[in-house]
């Protein structure tokens, strides 16, 4: 069964950082490429970043430089580290993981987590 639970939103200043958690069932972490998507109000949804089985991170041209994702194996969960927060990156940000590979680096997905809100003030 595909799990996804993302924790680690909240509010920041522009320039600060912050931590998104997403912890994925068994299945999912060891089977599925794993990455972001993002959705902000009245703009169209955006892939984040991506990593997949192999460990071959993908990143939208907006954020990288400033975002990295990566994966933690023993504890079966998928973080992204966003430093360098601009207003403009405030969003509902979600897991998602799809079993395609040729998906993976085009940030298209099968499953979603609930989503956590990031808020960057100016």
């Known amino acids: 069964q595909v799990q996804l639970v993302e924790s680690g939103g909240g509010s920041v200043q522009a320039g600060g950082s912050l931590r998104l958690s997403c912890a994925a069932s068994?299945?999912?972490?060891?089977?599925?490429?794993l990455g972001w998507f993002r959705q902000a109000p009245g703009k169209e949804g955006e892939g984040v970043a991506s990593?997949?089985?192999?460990?071959?991170?993908y990143y939208a041209d907006s954020v990288k430089g400033r975002f990295t994702t990566s994966r933690d194996n023993a504890k079966n969960t998928l973080y992204l580290q966003m430093n360098s927060l601009k207003p403009e990156d405030t969003a509902i940000y979600y897991c998602?993981?799809?079993?395609?590979?040729?998906?993976?680096?085009?940030?298209?997905?099968?499953?979603w987590g609930q989503g956590t809100q990031v808020t960057v003030s100016s």
């Open positions: 990593i997949d089985l192999a460990g071959t991170t």
């Open positions: 068994e299945v999912t972490y060891r089977g599925y490429c």
């Open positions: 998602a993981a799809t079993p395609s590979v040729s998906w993976c680096s085009k940030f298209l997905y099968n499953y």
